[in-house]
C-alpha cells in the first residue's frame, strides 16, 4: 500500500501481466519501464503509462541557468571564506607559558595576498587609503588644537596613594629587573608602575599620555608580575576565558614572535625562588614568564584600561619603555579591516603591544 | 566520469576565483537544472541553486577526487535541496504548488516534440505531492540522465536500492496522475 492508502502499483502491475507471467519483481518492472526488459512486461498497461510518464518527464524544459548565478555564488562563498578568516586571524593564542618562551608562530596575515584575492578589494583599500589620509590630516589637525587648548594638556591626575610618573630612581628601587641604570635611558625605563600598595590606598597610576606615546611608536611593553604560580595561573585563565576588555577597549590578541620577544631584551629569571609568608613552610616557586600580544588604540583611555584589566585579575602592572620599536603588528579581525564604517570618532590607530607575564615574588 | 585538471582543482581548492569559474561553469545548468525540478519554481530555484553552488565552492577542500567532480556536485545539490525541501515542509506544510501560466508552456525551450503543456502542468503537481526522495531519484535519472550507478554514488545508496526506490517512485506518480485524472481539475492548486 502507498502512503495515499491506494494500492501498490507493483500490485497491480504484477495483477495485470496475468497469470502466465509468474512473480515478477520490481527490477524487472522497472527495466520493463526503462526499455531494457519490454518483452515481458511492455504489454501491461499500468507499465505502458508509466513509460509514458518517464517519456514526458524527461520531455521537461531544462532551463539554462540564469546569467550571473555562478557570480553571485562565487561572491557570497568567497566573502563567507573571507569572514571566516578574519575571524580565525583574530583568535589566535599563546601556545607556552614556560621557560624558554617557545610557541608557533601563527599564520601570518598579508594584506597584499588578501587584496589580490578579489579584484573588489583593491578599490576598497584605495578609497580607504584616501578616508585614512583625511582622517590623518583632520586629526593632526585637532591635536594641534588641543595642544594648544589650555584645558587639553594637564598633568596626568594622580589618585591619592600616587606615586609621580616615570621617574626612573623610584622606578628602580620599585622593581629590580627592569631598573633603569639612568634616568631618560631608553630600553629600560619605567614610566610608572601600577601596583595596589600595603596600605589599600588606590594603586598608583602610569602616565598613561607618555605610555600611549610610546605605545604608537612600538615602543612600549607591559610587565604584569604576580608572586605565586596560583596567583598568575588564575590571572592568564582569567585572561583568556575573557580576552575582550570592556567596550572592546583591548584584546589580548596571540603569542608573540620570538624575534619580537627577544628585542625587549628581558632578563633571564631563570633562578629558583624561595617565599615564605612566616607561618607556612617555604615555597619554592620556579620563575617563569610567558608573552602575549595585546591588540588596542593607541590611547590613554585604552591602555588605562588594559591596566586596569591585567590589575583586576590580580596582576601587578608596570610600563616600560624599549629603545626600538618592537616589531610586532596587531592581527586584524572584521572590525579592524571595517574601522571606515564606523562613526569618524572611533577611528583609531590599532596597535600591538607586548604583554609579558611573570611569576616573579 | 572525467575528473577536473589537478592544477585547476588545487587552485580552486585554494579559493582562486578564475579556477572556480573554470571548475564550476560547465556544471552550472545541470546544478539548476537539478534544482528547478526538485522545487518547482524558477525564482526559488535560482535562490536554492546559488545556495548549492555556495556550499559547493565551502566544501570544494573536502573534495578528494574519488568520484567525478559532476557527481559531487550533484551530490551536494541534492542535499541542499532535500535540505530545503524538508525545512520548508517542517516550517509551513506543504506549499501551493507552483504553476506556471498555461500559454508560457508552450513556447518552452526544451519540451519535447509532443508533450503537451497540459500534460506538462499535470505532470509538475504529481511531482510536487511525491515524497523529496521519490522526486530526488526520479529527478536525477530522467531530467538528469545519470544512470543507476551514478545516482547511488549521489545519493549515498547501493544499487540494487536505487533500482527499488526508483521504481517506487515511478509508481508513485503513476498513482498521482491518476489521482489528478480522477479528480479532472487540471489547474487546481493544492491547500497547505
Redesign the interface.
Known amino acids: 500500500m ?3 492508502g ?1 494500492p ?3 500490485d497491480r ?1 504484477g495483477r495485470e501481466l496475468g497469470p502466465h507471467s509468474g512473480p515478477i519483481t ?2 524487472e ?2 527495466a520493463g ?1 526503462e526499455g531494457d526488459a519490454a518483452d515481458r512486461v511492455g504489454s501491461n498497461a ?1 507499465v505502458a ?2 513509460r509514458a ?14 546569467d550571473g ?2 557570480e ?3 561572491d ?3 566573502g ?2 573571507d569572514g571566516d578568516t578574519l575571524r580565525k586571524l583574530g583568535e589566535g593564542t599563546p601556545t607556552s607559558d614556560r621557560l624558554p618562551v617557545s610557541r608557533v608562530l601563527p599564520e601570518r596575515f598579508s594584506l597584499v595576498t588578501w587584496l589580490r ?2 579584484p573588489q578589494r583593491v578599490a576598497l583599500a584605495a578609497a580607504a587609503v584616501v578616508v585614512l589620509a583625511v582622517g590623518t590630516m583632520a586629526g593632526l589637525a585637532v591635536r594641534g588644537w588641543l595642544r594648544a587648548s589650555p584645558v587639553s594638556s594637564p598633568p596626568i591626575a594622580m589618585e591619592h596613594g600616587a606615586r609621580p610618573a616615570a621617574p626612573a630612581e623610584s622606578a628602580a628601587a620599585q622593581d629590580p629587573v627592569h631598573a633603569a641604570p639612568t634616568s631618560n635611558q631608553p630600553g629600560e625605563a619605567v614610566i610608572a608602575e601600577s601596583t595596589p600598595t600595603d596600605t589599600g590606598e588606590a594603586p598608583g597610576q602610569p602616565d598613561f599620555f607618555a605610555g600611549a606615546k610610546l605605545l604608537a611608536e612600538g615602543r612600549l611593553y607591559v610587565l604584569a608580575r604576580g608572586g605565586s604560580s596560583a596567583k598568575v595561573g588564575a590571572a592568564l585563565k582569567a585572561l583568556t576565558d575573557q580576552r575582550i576588555g570592556p567596550d572592546h577597549s583591548w584584546e589580548i590578541a596571540m603569542g608573540m614572535p620570538g624575534s619580537a620577544l627577544a628585542s625587549l631584551d628581558l632578563p633571564e629569571i631563570r633562578q629558583p625562588v624561595f617565599a615564605s609568608d612566616d607561618t607556612e613552610a617555604v615555597e619554592v616557586i620556579l620563575p617563569r614568564r610567558s608573552a602575549w600580544t595585546a591588540k588596542l588604540s593607541a590611547t590613554p583611555t585604552a591602555l588605562a584600561a588594559l591596566v586596569d584589566g591585567l590589575r583586576d585579575a590580580g596582576l601587578e602592572v608596570t610600563l616600560h619603555e624599549v629603545a626600538k620599536p618592537v616589531a610586532i603588528e596587531p592581527r586584524l579581525d572584521a572590525d579592524d579591516v571595517l574601522w571606515w564604517s564606523r562613526p569618524p570618532s572611533t577611528w583609531k590607530r590599532t596597535v600591538a603591544a607586548p604583554v609579558v607575564v611573570e611569576t616573579l615574588p | 566520469m572525467s575528473r577536473p585538471d589537478p592544477d585547476i582543482l588545487r587552485r580552486a581548492q585554494a ?3 578564475d579556477a ?2 573554470v571548475l ?2 560547465p556544471e ?2 545541470r ?3 537539478t534544482c ?2 526538485m522545487v518547482g519554481g ?1 525564482q526559488e ?2 535562490e536554492l ?2 545556495d548549492a ?2 556550499k ?3 566544501g570544494l577542500p573536502t573534495y578528494d577526487g574519488r568520484a567525478s567532480l559532476s557527481t559531487w556536485m550533484t551530490r551536494v545539490t541534492i542535499n541542499a535541496c532535500l535540505s530545503w525541501m524538508r525545512s520548508r515542509a517542517r516550517h509551513s506544510g506543504r506549499r501551493p504548488i507552483s504553476l506556471e501560466q498555461p500559454d508560457t508552456l508552450a513556447g ?8 503537451q503543456p497540459d ?2 502542468a499535470r ?2 503537481r504529481a ?1 510536487d505531492g511525491l ?1 523529496p526522495e521519490h522526486r530526488a531519484i ?1 529527478v536525477l535519472r ?2 538528469r ?1 545519470l544512470d543507476y550507478e551514478a545516482i547511488g554514488a549521489a545519493l549515498d545508496l547501493p544499487i ?1 536500492t536505487v ?2 526506490r ?3 517512485a ?6 498521482a ?1 491518476e ?1 489528478d485524472e480522477r479528480a479532472g481539475k487540471p489547474e487546481r492548486v493544492e491547500d497547505a
Open positions: 502507498t502512503t495515499n491506494h501498490e502499483p507493483a502491475a520490481e527490477a518492472l522497472l519501464i499500468r503509462a508509466m510518464d518517464r517519456a514526458v518527464l524527461r520531455g521537461l524544459a531544462r532551463d539554462a541557468a540564469p548565478l555562478l553571485a555564488a562565487l557570497e562563498a568567497l563567507e571564506i584575492a578579489h | 579559493g582562486d576565483r572556480l569559474d564550476l561553469r552550472l545548468d546544478v539548476f537544472a528547478r525540478r524558477r530555484a535560482e541553486a546559488q553552488l555556495v559547493v565552492i565551502r518552452e525551450p526544451g519540451v519535447a516534440p509532443g508533450v500534460e506538462k505532470l509538475e511531482l515524497k526520479l530522467d531530467v540522465e540494487g533500482k527499488s526508483l521504481f517506487r515511478r509508481a508513485a506518480l503513476r498513482v496522475l489521482e
